[in-house]
C-alpha cells in the first residue's frame, strides 16, 4: 500500500514538472522566433493578409501623440525585391500605443540578448550592453533593434558540473536538489527515493538542460 501510494505520488510529480519543461522550452521557443527582425522576403513575402504582418514588414507612420495614448496609426506594406505576396489592401490603419521601441516592457514588446559571462557575486551589480529587438506584433516608434543596459548574471556559486555530478550519482536521494536549496521538493525526492528512479531520471535531464537551478533564482557557474 505504501509502495503503491510512492508510486502514485512519483509519477505526479513527474507530470508537473515534465509540463513545466515543456512549456518553459514552447516559451523560449516562442521569444527565439518572435525577435526576427531580418526583413528578407523569407520573412515579409508570406502568404497572408498584408494587415497581418509583423511590424519590421512595415511602414508605420504615428500621429502627433502624448506617451501611452492608443492612437491609429498608418502602414504600408514594405516591397522587397519587387515582390509581394500577401494579399489585401497595402495601406491600411491599426491601433498602437504611441511609444518608441526601447520604451515597451521586456519580453512582452521586445527581447534582449544575454551575456552569459557576465557573472557577479556582490552588490551593486555591474551592467552589460545588450542588443533588443522589437516583436513582430509589437507597433512602435523609432528603431525596432536598440541597445540597452542590463544587470550582469546574479550566482551564488553554485556549480552545474557539481550539480550535474550530484544528480547522476545521488539524485535518488534529493542531493542535487538539498544542494540546490530546494529544500521541499528535496525532502520529496529524498522519502520516494527519486520516484523510484523517475523523478531522478527527470532531474538529470532538467540540470542537464540547464532548467534546473538554485532556489534563490542566480546562475551557475559553469
Do not use: H
Not at 527565439?32 to 531580418?38: A, T, V
Not at 551593486?124 to 513582430?136: G, H, N, Q
Amino acid at each position: 500500500m505504501l509502495i503503491s501510494r510512492l508510486v502514485m505520488l512519483a509519477l505526479s510529480m513527474e507530470s508537473v514538472f515534465f509540463c513545466a519543461l515543456v512549456c518553459t522550452l514552447g516559451a523560449r521557443l516562442v521569444i527565439c522566433s518572435s525577435c526576427n527582425n531580418d526583413t528578407s522576403n523569407a520573412t515579409c513575402n508570406v502568404t497572408t493578409a498584408c494587415s497581418d504582418l509583423g511590424g519590421e514588414c512595415l511602414d508605420c507612420s504615428f500621429p502627433e501623440c502624448k506617451y501611452g495614448q492608443t492612437v491609429e496609426v498608418s502602414c504600408t506594406v514594405k516591397i522587397f525585391n519587387n515582390t509581394i505576396n500577401c494579399s489585401g489592401e497595402m495601406m491600411f490603419e491599426r491601433d498602437a500605443v504611441c511609444q518608441f521601441c526601447y520604451q515597451g516592457q521586456e519580453y512582452q514588446d521586445y527581447v534582449c540578448g544575454n551575456d552569459s559571462d557576465c557573472t557577479v557575486r556582490r552588490t551593486p551589480r555591474s551592467t552589460y550592453r545588450a542588443l533588443c529587438c522589437a516583436k513582430p506584433e509589437f507597433l512602435c516608434m523609432g528603431n525596432r533593434t536598440f541597445y540597452k543596459r542590463k544587470l550582469c548574471n546574479f550566482t551564488t556559486g553554485k556549480r552545474w558540473t557539481t550539480t550535474m555530478l550530484l544528480s547522476i550519482t545521488l539524485g535518488g536521494f534529493g542531493i542535487d536538489r538539498f544542494y540546490l536549496e530546494q529544500w521541499g521538493s528535496a525532502v520529496g525526492k529524498l522519502v520516494s527515493f527519486g520516484g523510484l528512479g523517475v523523478w531522478t531520471i527527470l532531474d538529470v535531464i532538467l540540470v542537464a538542460t540547464g532548467y534546473l537551478g538554485p532556489a534563490d533564482g542566480s546562475l551557475y557557474i559553469y
